[in-house]
């Protein structure tokens, strides 16, 4: 197959390209100028320097393409209207591109968050026919950019992945910086509250096997493992994944809201991720996130292989292999 992956520099995007060109198919990517490379440098696939919002440019991105996996996303952005701007109107350009296309896509996979759901609630557990209440900018985004394919009636075969907490290797989000306080000796906790999780390479499987299937087309799937876990028992299987003593420190969230801009400032003075970012305080003010998952297994055969433990000891390693510990 010919295929053209969106946000292919990023931590998905490039195990996602990986495993595709391992499978044996051509791999195009949308690369947006200036982005960080490092990942796809080394990989034999084509590229196109043009940002997702520049309606020339995309005709030429999705000429001859099987599939499109649209992975390109604003996560976090100082100007809210960024969010729409790339997330809703990228998705819009890119679509529209596939449907003027001489030969327009098999399909189309929207890579999508359980953010367009909003939180699910102490005593909830989110499917995919749950109303979607998003309670931030980007999971509105997220879930307007979802609008755009049912908007299509059936013209592009569509189909959308909504992603729980994904981590692992060159993830410099999600569990990040829970894994730098947990190397110092510090398992930081703030309230209680449960989400589910999926190791990178599980999401990836997840991904093809959603584009592949013929029963998917139309249709929306959670990913993730099936059982959800509380940011207690994620940083107790962070101690062990690294083998460190750590004491356990419970904060409100008040100290948080108030720390983070410090922290955020001597994450740019110091060219690194911040310990404690004011978004990801937001995430977890809504602390419960706990999705099914039942419908990508029975549908896609979908199975989350790589269990929390062991995830998490292959990302620690990774990330002691690169110096960012």
Not at 220 to 230: A, M, Q
Request: glycine residues 6%.
């Amino acid at each position: 197959m010919n295929i053209l992956v969106t946000g292919g520099t990023g931590f998905i995007g490039s195990h996602l390209c990986e495993t595709l060109l391992a499978r044996n198919h051509q791999v195009t990517l949308l690369v947006k100028p200036n982005d960080d490379n490092r990942w796809i440098d080394s990989l034999p696939l084509s590229r196109i320097i043009a940002d997702i919002t520049d309606k020339s440019a995309l005709p030429a991105a999705v000429k001859d393409v099987d599939y499109v996996f649209h992975l390109a996303a604003v996560l976090s952005a100082n100007d809210p209207q960024e969010y729409y701007r790339v997330n809703v109107d990228g998705t819009r350009n890119l679509l529209k591109a596939c449907l003027e296309s001489p030969r327009p896509p098999q399909r189309f996979l929207l890579v999508s968050s359980v953010a367009a759901m909003g939180p699910s609630g102490k005593h909830n557990t989110y499917s995919e026919d749950t109303p979607c209440r998003p309670i931030s900018d980007y999971g509105k985004s997220k879930w307007q950019a979802e609008q755009e394919l049912h908007h299509l009636n059936g013209i592009l075969p569509w189909t959308i992945v909504r992603l729980p907490l994904v981590y692992g290797p060159r993830s410099k989000g999600g569990l990040y910086s829970l894994v730098r306080l947990v190397n110092r000796g510090i398992k930081l906790l703030v309230g209680n509250g449960q989400t589910n999780v999926a190791y990178v390479t599980d999401i990836v499987d997840g991904l093809i096997a959603a584009i592949e299937s013929p029963n998917t087309v139309g249709q929306t799937y959670l990913l993730g493992e099936k059982h959800p876990y509380s940011m207690k028992e994620v940083t107790d299987a962070m101690a062990r994944a690294m083998n460190k003593r750590a004491i356990t420190i419970w904060l409100p969230l008040q100290i948080l809201y108030l720390v983070s801009p410090f922290s955020e400032l001597v994450g740019r003075l110091r060219h690194r991720v911040p310990l404690i970012r004011f978004r990801n305080i937001a995430y977890l003010k809504h602390r419960y996130w706990r999705v099914d998952t039942s419908k990508a297994e029975r549908d896609l055969g979908y199975i989350s292989r790589v269990p929390l433990q062991e995830g998490l000891a292959r990302t620690a390693r990774w990330y002691t292999d690169q110096h960012l510990l």
